[in-house]
């Protein structure tokens, strides 16, 4: 089983596409709409969801239709959700604004967003014990009958979010949250507020709230992914164990409330620091922090330990494991260049990187952090962290690092692990978008000067604005290799190059023997050279595809060697 992550953005685009679909097990629909409230809450506040568990096969197996519309998925190869349905088939009701369909009638998802909701949290949570969702209709209104109107008013005034009602609509302070993501424009929203200058001092608090709000399309899930292998009757199989045996939590979930009971307002240290972070350009989980903390008050990351762990012992290790993450991220951005969390393989590097810091004192010779420099680069590429059971190398790195180890003992586990540490053009071979290497190959290719091949903005991943913000772009677009490669040859690592959203859209689905030779003029071939892309035009011919992945492979392998330092290692 592998491990993965995805924005909502993304999960939510691939149901719409068809890309991920469920399988007959799943049970259907069931949600109700103060359960979709409730998640949304959660998500503008960064709170832990759970787990995605996914299967991609190719296996022909029985499906059923999401609740929500999907277009028709070309691809012979299938991902399946296995757990995950209500809360993405809500997020992607929400987002896009189509209706759900429960029980053969469509209901759209309304919900309300309160741009004076209060800053602390109101509990909205609402338990059923007695009766499952799938037993009652999937209900627009609220349960709050025996209330009177005043009653109401007091307490939708305290909620973030609440599920639609005619009356709160028609109120300024109240936007409906399909409307918000629709558009990346406030000026709607303010003018119904009546807000008419920025001296308004609800200009910059609405502002920052409707950003926040369409941030949650920004909220990272973790993705546990079966293997192909498995058959249908094994993920059946696994599907019914993690659906009976009630292990709806993540461990850091667990493990953050045993820590909060401990240490009344934690939660809010934690988040504050969180977001420090994020301004800092390292969005990071919760549960990354929590376990960074486990590592420093034990020595290992496991959360088992958590609950024997006394209040001194979690306020020293919090605050030191605080230094240390300051220390991995800056060592991150300044010593290997990576920037930016979407560019790990792990979050679990941060993790080592931070304890190795710790141990050190904060003092490190210039030859350990050209080693450790190293370790960090190959870890990543590799997926140190991504193979196997993570904690568990995790934890040997810890304990290397506790009895006196540094970064070569780091590298020699390495090593260890995957053999040579260099990469092979076999390495690259069926690799995709989702491979360590593609980060990898992103770093190296902005190390050596690569650019957008029409704005000459050199690639990075903050660029603003939709025409200069980075995609990844498919050499031989998906369009003209229909029907004559499978998916797994058209999203090889060898077919993807790094440009503008404009310059992607331009280029559209023409064949690179099409768009190539007025690029090349314009640009020159150093800008095609610097994403260790052939220009050899009997290689762009559509009949060429193979021999174009293979000789692009190679380049890549030495530009990726040369960028790791294991071409002298």
């Known amino acids: 089983m592998s491990k993965a992550e995805a924005s909502v953005e993304e999960l939510v685009g691939k149901i719409e596409r068809g890309e991920l679909r469920l399988p007959e097990m799943q049970r259907r629909y069931v949600w109700r709409a103060t359960r979709v409230r409730d998640l949304l809450d959660s998500l503008y506040r960064g709170y832990p969801s759970g787990i995605i568990l996914l299967w991609e096969t190719d296996e022909a197996v029985p499906l059923q239709d999401f609740a929500v519309h999907q277009e028709t998925n070309p691809y012979q190869s299938t991902l399946l959700l296995l757990d995950g349905q209500q809360r993405l088939t809500s997020l992607a009701a929400v987002i896009s604004g ?49 209330s009177t109107e005043d009653e109401l008013q007091q307490r939708f005034n305290k909620m973030t979010f609440v599920v639609a009602t005619k009356k709160l609509e028609s109120l300024p302070q109240w936007v409906k949250v399909t409307e918000v993501f629709k558009t990346d424009e406030d000026a709607p929203f303010l003018e119904r507020a009546e807000i008419k200058s920025f001296s308004d001092p609800r200009f910059k608090k609405y502002s920052q709230r409707l950003a926040h709000l369409r941030g949650i399309r920004r909220y990272i899930y973790r993705m546990d992914v079966l293997e192909r292998k498995l ?51 390292f969005d990071l989980d919760l549960g990354l922090h929590l376990k960074t903390l486990v590592a420093f008050a034990t020595g290992q ?11 001194p012992i979690l306020q020293k290790s919090w605050e030191e494991s605080v230094e240390g993450i300051r220390f991995a991220m800056n060592f991150l951005k300044s010593n290997t260049g990576i920037d930016d969390p979407a560019l790990l393989s792990s979050q679990f590097i941060l993790v080592t990187l931070a304890y190795f810091g710790h141990k050190r004192n904060y003092q490190v010779t210039a030859e350990e952090s050209e080693r450790l420099r190293f370790w960090a680069l190959i870890a990543n590429a590799k997926g140190r962290y991504s193979r196997g059971s993570s904690e568990s190398i995790l934890d040997q790195d810890l304990a290397s690092l506790r009895q006196g180890g540094g970064a070569n003992e780091l590298i020699e586990r390495l090593r260890t692990q995957v053999g040579r540490l260099e990469v092979t053009p076999e ?29 000459n903005l050199t690639i990075s991943l903050d660029h603003s604005g939709a025409q200069h913000r980075l995609q990844f772009h498919h050499i031989f677009p998906k369009a003209v290799l229909k029907n004559r490669q499978n998916s797994r040859e058209v999203d090889d690592i060898a077919n993807l ?51 174009f992945l293979a000789e692009r492979r190679k380049l890549i392998c030495v530009r990726l060697n040369e960028f790791l330092g294991t071409t002298v290692q």
């Open 98 to 146: 189509n209706p759900v369909t429960v029980r053969g009638r469509k209901r759209p998802v309304e919900l309300l967003f309160n741009l004076e909701h209060p800053d602390e949290l109101s509990v909205v949570t609402e338990v059923n014990e007695d009766n499952d969702d799938e037993d009652e209709d999937f209900e627009d209104q609220g349960d709050e009958d025996d």
């Open 231 to 281: 058959s249908y009757d094994e993920v059946t199989e696994i599907f019914v164990r993690v659906n009976s045996l009630g292990a709806k939590l993540r461990s850091s979930d667990l493990a953050l409330a045993q820590i909060t009971a401990k240490w009344r307002g934690s939660l809010n240290i934690f988040q504050q620091f969180q977001e420090q972070c994020r301004k800092a350009g």
């Open 301 to 311: 990351s496991r959360f088992r330990t958590v609950g024997g762990l006394q209040l």
């Open 427 to 455: 390495d690259l071979e069926g690799r995709n978008q989702r491979s360590a290497l593609f980060k990898t190959m992103f770093l190296a290719f902005r190390a050596g000067g690569a650019k957008d091949w029409v704005s």
């Open 497 to 547: 190059a790094f440009i503008g959203g404009k310059t992607n859209r331009t280029i559209s689905k023409r064949p690179p023997a099409d768009y190539f030779p007025a690029l090349l003029e314009k640009a020159g071939a150093d800008a095609f050279k610097a994403q260790c892309i052939p220009t050899d035009s009997a290689l762009l011919e559509l009949d060429s595809y193979k021999e």
